[in-house]
């Protein structure tokens, strides 16, 4: 590409740093004529550059990009936009460049590398490495992994290549059981694969990290624990605790059921005194039947009674437990 532009046309510009900004300055003056244009090479030489294949599997290919890796050794600043790219005298594609300060280097793709396969296969996982108890609330430690395998195969029987493998790098997950990667750019991990004319090649990468959830204690599965608990990653005090726990909770269950069954007898002996009620309109006051509807009203008054009363101290109760189990699991912090 250098080489190239450099036996054809000679720069006509230089470049200085004035304050904050870069200045180009054209060497000789240029006259351009009313509703016409110009264009000047301001850069004309060799630069730095090496020829990769680049692949990041969220561009949607199976195949690399073609690609060269430019360390811009001229001096000068070069400007973003547009540009051609020769292999040799050949046209190889386009490009499109950012702003590249002196010594500063980039990666440029500019067609499909279609003499090389990829594939990818993804995988993931997450596992309880933990179980802990902190304030009443189960704290499960999890380990999660996710990783990638890259499958590259080259059907060039001529040339090596050495493929840039561009790799999401997750914030807060560290890299684990992979190559060093030859650059960290920002979001991005790029590690290098060496492939031979015609050879095969793949590369594993694995991010790791701990995640931390919390869940209501009494919601966790008993099962679940139990089978932790033989894997060694629930400890006895943890299992323990647990099961004080669901003790003090089935108190608090006793009363609620106690109490339901108080307001279904209380409601069908609402339900059968408005029966006695409408059959008493009916009959003779003097009749034995109304006496013995009468009979039957005060003794259900009588129970009704009972029944308030029962359901008062019964709600005090369940209160009270339900206050207990609080206070325990507001207090529980168990490893």
């Known amino acids: 590409m250098g080489a190239a532009m450099r036996n054809t046309v000679a720069a006509a510009a230089s470049g200085e740093t004035v304050g904050e900004v870069f200045q180009f300055t054209l060497d000789a003056p240029v006259t351009v004529g009313r509703q016409q244009s110009a264009m000047l090479p301001i850069i004309a030489g060799d630069i730095e550059g090496r020829r990769v294949s680049i692949f990041n599997q969220n561009d949607g ?6 690609g060269v890796e430019i360390t811009n050794d ?25 702003h590249v300060s002196r010594s500063d280097e980039r990666l440029l793709a500019y067609a499909v590398d279609l003499d090389v396969d990829a594939r990818v296969e993804p995988g993931s996982t997450s596992t309880v490495q933990k179980l802990s108890i902190v304030r009443g609330m189960l704290r499960q430690q999890m380990i999660e992994q996710n990783s990638a395998t890259y499958f590259f195969e080259s ?27 030859e650059e960290v750019a920002g979001d991005l991990y ?6 031979e004319p015609g050879a095969k090649g793949e590369l594993s990468v694995t991010q790791r990290r701990t995640r931390y959830e919390s869940i209501a ?9 139990m089978r932790y608990s033989r894997d ?5 005090a943890v299992v323990d605790a647990f099961r004080e726990a669901q003790r003090l909770q089935s108190r608090v269950q006793d009363s609620e059921r106690t109490l339901g069954q108080l307001v279904v007898e209380r409601n069908e002996i609402g339900q059968d005194q408005n029966r006695i009620r409408s059959n008493m309109d009916s009959i003779d006051r003097n009749s034995d039947l109304y006496a013995r509807y009468m009979q039957k009203l005060a003794e259900q008054e009588t129970r009704l009674e009972q029944i308030v009363e029962s359901i ?24």
Do not use: C
């Open 217 to 225: 204690l009494l919601n966790y599965d008993v099962n679940s624990l």
């Open 155 to 181: 059907h060039d029987q001529f040339r090596d290549r050495t493929v840039i493998v561009e790799h999401a790098k997750y914030n807060g997950w560290d890299l684990v059981d992979s190559p060093k990667p």
């Open 190 to 195: 790029r590690f290098e694969l060496e492939l």
């Open 74 to 98: 001229t001096g000068l600043q070069l400007m973003p936009g547009p540009i051609a790219v020769y292999d040799g005298t050949s046209y190889a594609g386009d490009a499109q460049i950012g």
């Open 61 to 66: 290919l199976t195949h690399p990009m073609r």
């Open 232 to 236: 060694g990653k629930v400890s006895r």
């Open 312 to 335: 008062r101290t019964t709600t005090a109760e369940r209160d009270a437990r339900q206050q207990e189990l609080q206070e325990y699991l507001n207090n529980l912090n168990v490893d």
